[in-house]
């Protein structure tokens, strides 16, 4: 075959493709055309899926709120931390800091000490203010508007003490507490700490409560202070006086902690 036979059929393929593939070119060029694609590739040679990403802050936990059970709430209000109380401790009272105003409206204020003895686990602070809520309640003794309170952690007309039944044994003497009771005398109502953690037997069998005991024990003591003897339950079914001795029997009356209930 000649050269420009070879050459004219050279020429006669190139203008062929060009026509079959020019338009494929030129659509891939167009503008306002994009190539396409089966999926994107990724490192692992699969298909992926587009990924959210979210813009919210995220939330962190919080703790649920504690629930104490009523018994654990009573503890609490009394400053009680533990129902372990030894037999016996040091002997010696720690005062407890602070002061606060009497209640206004009464016609002779009286200021009161608070004291723990050494040695016992409990929140000076709640004990202190238990024992200074209870005097002062209206239904206390200055529920008739003879006397009301002010705490004071110097000298002061009554002191109201927590201790171990060994040292209440030894403040109430010769009056017998038997490492079991309470008293007042001296000017002091000192408070088994016994009592004050567990209760007492005749009280709870007869449906009273932890704190309203407490708050008998401390209105008892302090009544003696003030000047009020020992009562009897005056019938099956009343109210008992504040000044029944409620820690050993409720004499067939109904519990009560309060001078004017």
Do not use: K
């Not at 490192?43 to 990924?51: A, I, L, M, R």
């Not at 038997?178 to 008293?183: A, F, N, Q, T």
């Not at 006086?241 to 820690?247: A, L, Y």
């Amino acid at each position: 075959m000649s050269r420009r036979v070879v050459a004219a059929v050279v020429l006669l393929l190139s203008f062929g493709l060009g026509i079959v593939l020019g338009p494929v070119v030129f659509a891939a060029l167009a503008p306002g055309t994009e190539p396409t694609s089966a999926a994107p590739a990724t490192t692992d040679g699969g298909p992926t899926t587009p990924v959210e990403l979210s813009t919210e802050t995220p939330r962190v936990p919080t703790p649920e709120a504690t629930t104490l059970t009523p018994e654990q709430e009573a503890d609490r209000l009394a400053g009680v931390r533990t129902h372990r109380v030894p037999d016996a401790g040091s002997g010696e009272l720690r005062v407890v800091a602070g002061e606060a105003e009497a209640p206004d409206g009464a016609d002779v204020v009286m200021t009161v000490r608070v004291e723990v003895e050494r040695g016992l686990d409990v929140d000076d602070r709640a004990f202190a203010a238990f024992v200074m809520s209870t005097l002062n309640d209206p239904r206390g003794w200055g529920g008739d508007g003879s006397v009301a309170f002010a705490r004071t952690d110097g000298e002061a007309d009554i002191r109201v003490v927590l201790a171990t039944p060994a040292t209440v044994d030894e403040m109430c003497a010769p009056l017998a507490t038997d490492g079991r009771w309470s008293c007042g005398r001296y000017g002091h109502a000192a408070l088994n700490a016994d009592r004050w953690v567990l209760g007492a037997d005749a009280w709870s069998d007869a449906g009273g409560d932890l704190t309203s005991y407490r708050q008998y024990l401390v209105n008892h003591e302090v009544g003696h202070l003030l000047g009020n003897p020992h009562e009897d339950c005056p019938g099956a079914g009343e109210v008992a006086p504040v000044m029944v001795q409620q820690s050993i029997s409720v004499q067939g009356c109904v519990p009560n902690a309060w001078p004017f209930p």
